[in-house]
């Protein structure tokens, strides 16, 4: 398994990076949704829909809850981006023996209160027009290991170009008011739900 290993340097010159590298893609990058951040660690669920995804959710992080970030990552995939662990991303190999350490890694995550946990629970990157979604399984140990609450926060990355010629980005949130027992079946009945909602409001906006 391949830990998270946060530099504060290398955050710093890398967040530089990220604020060019937006400002050149993308018309707008929008926030849609009120969340009350609660103080409880964060388990932030997102559509994968390109590889821009965990940047996104980065910058969102950085400008709403400021909280330490970490995301899972498949491990071949982290292998050959190292970098991306001194960010937070930390890596989990499937049907392996250290998947169970990478579990309960992601779950002690969740019982610091100065935590963020991302997670792509779709498990590879998919098209944003393919739904409803379908989350793996694997991944649901995690809440099975932890009894302390935790803040669910919903994320939905939609991108449409309008009439311009960089894309738009809206990053529409939402947070259950549930702080525990939560089931992987329970959140991604949710999450379709929460995402259908999205796709509604932005067919109003163009």
Same mark, same amino acid.
Request: proline share 3%.
């Given at each position: +398994?391949?830990?998270?290993?946060?530099?504060?340097?290398?955050?710093?010159?890398?967040?530089?990076?990220? *604020?060019?590298?937006?400002?050149? !893609?993308?018309?707008?990058?929008?926030?849609?949704?009120?969340?009350?951040?609660?103080?409880?660690?964060?388990?932030?669920?997102?559509?994968? +829909?390109?590889?821009?995804?965990?940047?996104?959710?980065?910058?969102?992080?950085?400008?709403?809850?400021?909280?330490?970030?970490?995301?899972?990552?498949?491990?071949?995939?982290?292998?050959?981006?190292?970098?991306? !662990?001194?960010?937070? *991303?930390?890596?989990?190999?499937?049907?392996?023996?250290?998947? !169970?350490?990478?579990?309960?890694?992601?779950?002690?995550?969740?019982?610091?209160?100065?935590?963020?946990?991302?997670?792509?629970?779709?498990?590879?990157?998919?098209?944003?027009?393919?739904?409803?979604?379908?989350?793996?399984?694997?991944?649901?140990?995690?809440?099975?290991?932890?009894?302390?609450?935790?803040?669910?926060? +919903?994320?939905?990355?939609?991108? &449409?170009?309008?009439?311009?010629?960089?894309?738009?980005?809206?990053?529409?949130?939402?947070?259950?008011?549930?702080? !525990?027992?939560?089931?992987?079946?329970?959140?991604?009945?949710?999450?379709?739900?929460?995402?259908? &909602?999205?796709?509604?409001?932005?067919?109003? &906006?163009?």
């Amino acid at each position: +398994m391949i830990k998270a290993r946060h530099t504060r340097w290398f955050q710093s010159v890398f967040g530089l990076y990220l *604020a060019w590298a937006f400002r050149r !893609s993308f018309k707008r990058m929008d926030i849609v949704g009120q969340v009350e951040d609660r103080g409880l660690p964060i388990l932030a669920i997102a559509n994968h +829909m390109s590889w821009w995804d965990g940047f996104w959710v980065l910058n969102l992080n950085n400008k709403l809850f400021r909280r330490k970030f970490h995301v899972m990552m498949l491990e071949e995939q982290l292998q050959k981006n190292l970098f991306l !662990s001194r960010l937070g *991303a930390f890596s989990i190999k499937r049907k392996s023996k250290s998947a !169970s350490q990478s579990i309960r890694y992601a779950a002690n995550l969740l019982a610091d209160n100065n935590n963020f946990f991302l997670i792509f629970p779709q498990g590879a990157i998919q098209s944003q027009h393919q739904f409803p979604f379908v989350f793996e399984k694997g991944w649901g140990r995690i809440l099975l290991q932890k009894e302390n609450p935790i803040q669910v926060l +919903m994320i939905a990355n939609i991108v &449409d170009y309008q009439s311009y010629r960089k894309p738009i980005l809206k990053q529409y949130l939402f947070s259950p008011e549930k702080t !525990s027992g939560f089931t992987c079946d329970e959140l991604e009945a949710q999450y379709n739900s929460f995402y259908k &909602d999205c796709i509604q409001n932005q067919i109003r &906006d163009i």
